[in-house]
């Protein structure tokens, strides 16, 4: 029997691929191959999910694209679109709302661990004026946006804010699975059931119906529960950089503009994520912290390095510190972790750089790898390297590029 060609990682794999190396979805090989009259089919697979992708014809309009997944005997189909429309984030997309089709069936079950609010760290060093502008937008608006890179210590500000509120905080953190619009829905309720265990029981009666309405529908009745909570309260999405569904972008942005008074929504992410924040800022109704907000001062930083990770650095040094990683939380511990064991710290932070063995792994596990194939491969590609290495990546990269030159 035999096999058609395969999407996994963001390339496609297969006979029809022209050879071992595979074609980067996105680029204009893979296009051409989805354009060509030959290309009938492939099978995708992501975190998001997985399905078999058919190319078929109107009479009046030519081809198109349509992903078909079958569970429990039943055949789902979403319409992918066009050769040209068939990027990795339309691919992405299609997976989650089958995924969602499909879990809306069978269901999943929660993770209770995903609803624990994180505890402060105990050499957390105070941060007074970020603490100052948080409990400021929760009077002063309904949403509150951490937005920065990774390791800029965003849940450990969250997890030091919480722990001196006095109101109940009701957290979902999400993951690469949460694509689903309602299995986010459980979530949220589940979260807001930890504050007020009646709120949220009618939306899972409609999640759980043989015919569950719109999203909007299940979350009117959300919000209805909320306006009849006895007093204000906190809902968290942690890591919402995570998740690519806009049918649970769409349901958020919902979520955010019904809000009743007395709930306030944060949200924190590693980047912007697609909800009405123009809306917000122009009702002044966001509060915002950001990368440059979480930075470490050189006052916040002599803090960390000494009395919380027992390191005795000059002055000099810990501003040298700051300058180099330019007073990212992360790259500060992992200075510091690396200073524990240096006979001379003097030595070790004039030579102190991104390139530090501790600081690759950190950025290679928590941005690279997170990538999606091809923007991996472009980075690898693209990269400014050292010269040692430089011939080495090349060869590689070469030989792909001559790979894709014939196939053109």
Request: with cysteine; net charge positive.
């Amino acid at each position: 029997m035999a096999h058609i060609p395969s999407v996994a990682d963001g390339l496609l794999q297969g006979a029809a691929a022209g050879g071992a190396g595979g074609l980067a979805v996105g680029s204009p090989a893979w296009f051409a191959w989805l354009a060509d009259d030959a290309a009938r089919s492939f099978s995708f697979r992501s975190p998001a999910g997985a399905y078999t992708a058919r190319k078929e014809r109107r009479q009046r309009g030519g081809a198109y694209w349509v992903a078909y997944r079958t569970a429990a005997g039943r055949q789902h189909k979403v319409y992918l679109g066009r050769a040209e429309d068939l990027s990795l984030e339309r691919l992405d997309e299609a997976a989650a709302e089958l995924a969602g089709r499909v879990t809306g069936t069978v269901g999943l079950p929660l993770l209770a661990t995903k609803l624990f609010v994180p505890r402060p760290r105990p050499d957390l060093v105070p941060r007074p004026r970020l603490l100052a502008r948080l409990d400021a937008g929760l009077d002063a608006g309904r949403c509150s946006l951490l937005s920065a890179p990774a390791g800029a210590g965003k849940t450990s500000l969250l997890a030091a804010w919480l722990a001196q509120l006095d109101r109940p905080v009701a957290w979902v953190t999400l993951d690469e699975r949460d694509q689903d619009v309602g299995q986010v829905l459980r979530y949220l309720v589940a979260a807001l059931q930890t504050i007020a265990p009646e709120c949220g029981r009618g939306a899972l009666a409609w999640l759980d119906a043989p015919q569950s309405p719109p999203p909007e529908v299940v979350l009117a009745g959300l919000v209805n529960d909320l306006v009849a909570l006895p007093g204000p309260g906190l809902l968290v999405l942690d890591d919402y950089h995570l998740v690519r569904a806009p049918a649970v972008h769409a349901a958020v942005a919902f979520l955010v503009d019904n809000l009743p008074p007395t709930m306030h929504l944060v949200v924190a992410s590693r980047e912007d994520p697609p909800l009405p924040l123009p809306h917000l800022r122009a009702g002044n109704q966001l509060t915002e912290v950001r990368a440059a907000d979480l930075a470490f001062s050189l006052e916040e930083a002599a803090d960390f390095l000494g009395p919380g990770m027992g390191l005795r650095l000059a002055e000099a040094q810990v501003a040298a510190l700051v300058e180099r990683t330019e007073g990212w939380a992360a790259g500060l511990q992992l200075a510091g972790l690396a200073l524990r064991d240096r006979p001379d710290p003097a030595a070790f932070v004039a030579a102190f750089a991104g390139g530090h063995r501790l600081v690759a792994d950190y950025l290679t596990a928590e941005v690279l790898d997170r990538q999606p194939a091809p923007t991996r491969h472009f980075l690898l590609a693209t990269g400014v390297l050292d010269p040692a290495v430089r011939p080495a990546v090349r060869r590689p990269a070469s030989r792909r590029r001559h790979r894709m030159a014939r196939r053109r």
